[in-house]
């Protein structure tokens, strides 16, 4: 049975352990012992090290009691953004906050609770579940590109289907389409000259920028496509005709031939700004990750909507505008969602989550796990 003094106190404790990206060891070491002493067969790959962490990714298995059910993959990441060092956790009015000057970090570690919570209630001695195979993980590096993700050995999982918990909005919202996302960095080299003296002989490369952003379609673009500059770094003083600029941006679209659309367009005008003043620049375009889309008739799906109706909980099937590692479990051929967990306001010291949120998508989780063991055999459903 689910407690929600027990929910409280890991989630409390949880989100006191700093852990920034690429600086996860605290938390990887503890949730592996902790897995380890639920029984499961644990292990730590070599993630870390490949993208400059001191952590790898953490993965775990329980064998199930019925072999004829589908693997269940559970996932959760265990880095928060910054400010997230020395966070103090305040309760007002059954809503958990940080102090003020850091992130709360129950982006992510409300999904690690649930997870660890429902295991040990599934495991527990008066439980009599059939439940499947079971692998975790918890990986690294989410926060600054799904690092962990893109680097973890997928030989090592048999999963037929994933479940993330990661994403913020009501407990029963499922994130079953998410967008591909393409990372655009620009140098635009002009000409220095001095700004007082022989102006005429540089080439003012934030001017070049300017002329490009005031001509790309940026922002909300339709439905399904949206588009951002969100760095622009450039200039050394003001007596100086800046010569390099760099800028950081992005294309996101759940549809392939809109994102390449948007993706071409926004270099086109990187390319025509340039000429415009006989500037150059260097472009770099990169595939972040892929979109992915589930079906309402995908046995995954349903599953979970049986188990919001199991605890009566509205169940919400929605289109993403984010990328997440369920973007990655499914381009590595594990069909996975991602259910919101009842966050507000994550990456910023406004973020919060209440109680009973968080108790609900432990209830949730339990639930989709009670389904799943009630399903039939993996030829047929979850």
Not at 175 to 189: T, W
Not at 255 to 264: F, H, I, M, S, V
Not at 304 to 325: F, N, V, Y
Request: contains cysteine; aromatic residues 2%; hydrophobic residues 40%.
């Amino acid at each position: 049975m689910i407690k929600q003094a027990d929910i409280l106190k890991r989630f409390l404790e949880l989100v006191q352990i700093d852990s920034e990206s690429k600086a996860e060891r605290q938390i990887a070491d503890k949730l592996k012992q902790e897995l380890k002493e639920l029984g499961l067969e644990v292990s730590e790959d070599q993630a870390g090290k490949k993208i400059g962490g001191n952590a790898g990714n953490i993965i775990a298995k329980l064998k199930g009691r019925n072999s004829e059910l589908p693997t269940l993959l559970l996932t959760a990441h265990m880095d928060t953004v910054t400010p997230g060092q020395g966070i103090e956790p305040v309760i007002k009015d059954g809503v958990i906050y940080s102090s003020g000057d850091t992130i709360l970090g129950a982006d992510d570690k409300a999904g690690i609770t649930a997870i660890m919570t429902v295991l040990e209630t599934i495991l527990a001695e008066e439980n009599d579940l059939e439940y499947g195979n079971l692998e975790v993980v918890f990986t690294v590096c989410e926060e600054i590109g799904l690092l962990g993700a893109k680097n973890l050995d997928y030989s090592q999982l048999a999963a037929d289907y994933g479940i993330v918990l990661d994403t913020n909005g009501e407990v029963g919202s499922v994130v079953i389409e998410g967008p591909a996302q393409n990372k655009i960095e620009a140098v635009i080299n002009g000409e220095a000259a001095h700004a007082g003296v022989n102006p005429e002989e540089g080439v003012n490369a934030i001017k070049v920028a300017s002329i490009a952003l005031s001509n790309m379609n940026l922002g909300r673009i339709d439905e399904e496509t949206t588009a951002n500059i969100g760095v622009i770094e450039g200039g050394e003083a003001t007596n100086i005709v800046p010569d390099i600029v760099k800028l950081e941006g992005e294309a996101r679209s759940r549809d392939e031939a809109k994102l390449a659309a948007q993706t071409e367009h926004m270099l086109e005008i990187l390319e025509s700004s340039t000429q415009k003043l006989a500037a150059e620049i260097d472009i770099n375009t990169e595939r972040m990750y892929s979109a992915f889309e589930l079906s309402k008739e995908e046995p995954l799906v349903k599953l979970i909507l049986r188990a919001a109706e199991r605890i009566e909980i509205e169940p919400k099937l929605i289109a993403g505008g984010g990328g997440s590692d369920a973007n990655i479990l499914n381009s590595n051929g594990i069909p996975a969602v991602n259910l919101s967990l009842g966050t507000n306001d994550v990456h910023s010291p406004e973020e919060n989550i209440e109680i009973k949120d968080l108790v609900n998508i432990n209830r949730y989780l339990l639930a989709i796990i009670e389904e799943w063991a009630a399903g039939n055999k993996k030829s047929k459903a979850v």
